[in-house]
């Protein structure tokens, strides 16, 4: 059997396959409270049908604020459990497994409201300017994602991914560009990092199963973090107990990013090596041959997939084709499948 259908383990949570569906917002509350529509069911529903092994949720708001719009999914209120364990109950009748990211925008937030950073600087001209969190909007913060860590058990979800790339929030305590702070959450590389830190402190406190966290490895500025620093970083996390380092990058400031096949998994191959810890590669990775050469050369356990599964829902079955792989389909597939 092909590596990338070959089952993993992460804590106590099995994978039947390596393709995970990317987290990827949608922007599709009609209704602007945060809870699962009509059009997320069939969204990703079709691609646990479609056998990919883990389906993630688009960045999913542990508070208000933290939402990137007003039409991002949110589970900073106990009423939106329903909808998410709805959710779970029919990827799961696939064979799948769900997971859920855990997500703060920070001062990339879009909304009417007031938005919050480390630091009150504006992403870019035509962004607001932030409010520079104080010691006590760190607090709640924190025990916002601790409450979406207790509400993701009661979903039903099987891993927990804490957002913390593209430029987001906890992205933003991590980078010296977007953290000018003095007290003890700014300045030096463990300052820097005590917010996430506290994060997985919090959320492990409601949550024993996986958790993964997803980071910016390049931020493609000169003085943004070093790949010294993300190795710090990523280091901490293993010791910490994180499962696996979703390896993404860019976001932390506006930057032009020379994009090609694989463009992010030399630094994803680096971190598995140094920190000694499971990779998820993610970044035009398109095709069962490139996914599987990823897996079967131990640059990254997982392989992320996002336009390619927008594209088509069962990409997983093409992977299949591509590498003379047979795949069990959903039983109502069978006669097309086989």
Request: with cysteine; net charge negative.
């Amino acid at each position: 059997m092909t590596k990338l259908f070959t089952p993993i383990k992460f804590n106590n949570v099995e994978l039947k396959n390596r393709i995970v569906m990317s987290p990827m917002c949608m922007y599709s509350c009609t209704e602007q409270d945060g809870k699962i529509t009509p059009f997320h069911m069939t969204h990703y529903v079709s691609r646990a049908a479609g056998q990919s092994g883990l389906i993630m949720t688009e960045a999913t708001a542990v508070i208000p604020e933290g939402r990137i719009s007003h039409e991002d999914l949110g589970i900073w209120d106990d009423s939106h459990i329903d909808g998410l364990n709805q959710l779970n109950e029919q990827i799961h009748s696939y064979g799948a497994k769900s997971a859920i990211q855990l997500a703060h925008a920070g001062r990339k937030a879009r909304l009417d409201s007031t938005i919050y950073a480390p630091s009150p600087i504006a992403y870019n001209d035509s962004s607001k300017t932030p409010s520079e969190m104080s010691l006590k909007d760190i607090d709640i913060t924190i025990e916002a994602f601790k409450n979406g860590a207790r509400r993701a058990k009661e979903a039903n979800f099987d891993i927990i991914e804490i957002h913390g790339a593209h430029g987001y929030l906890i992205n933003q305590f991590l980078s010296p560009l977007t953290n000018k702070r003095n007290d003890e959450y700014g300045g030096s590389l463990e300052n820097r990092y005590r917010f996430l830190s506290e994060v997985i402190e919090a959320v492990q406190s409601e949550w024993n199963g996986p958790i993964f966290v997803r980071i910016s490895t390049d931020e493609y500025a000169p003085d943004g973090s070093t790949l010294s620093d993300i190795l710090y970083f990523t280091s901490r996390m293993k010791q910490q107990g994180i499962d696996l380092i979703d390896c993404s990058s860019g976001g932390v400031v506006p930057a032009s990013i020379n994009r090609y096949p694989g463009y992010q998994l030399k630094r994803c191959e680096m971190i598995k090596r140094e920190a000694a810890v499971a990779t998820g590669g993610v970044g035009l990775i398109t095709t069962g041959i490139q996914a599987e050469e990823i897996v079967q050369n131990d640059r990254a356990d997982l392989v992320f997939i996002g336009r390619a599964l927008l594209r088509n829902p069962y990409w997983p079955k093409a992977c299949a084709d591509a590498l003379n792989e047979t795949i069990t389909p959903p039983k109502q597939y069978e006669r097309g499948w086989n």
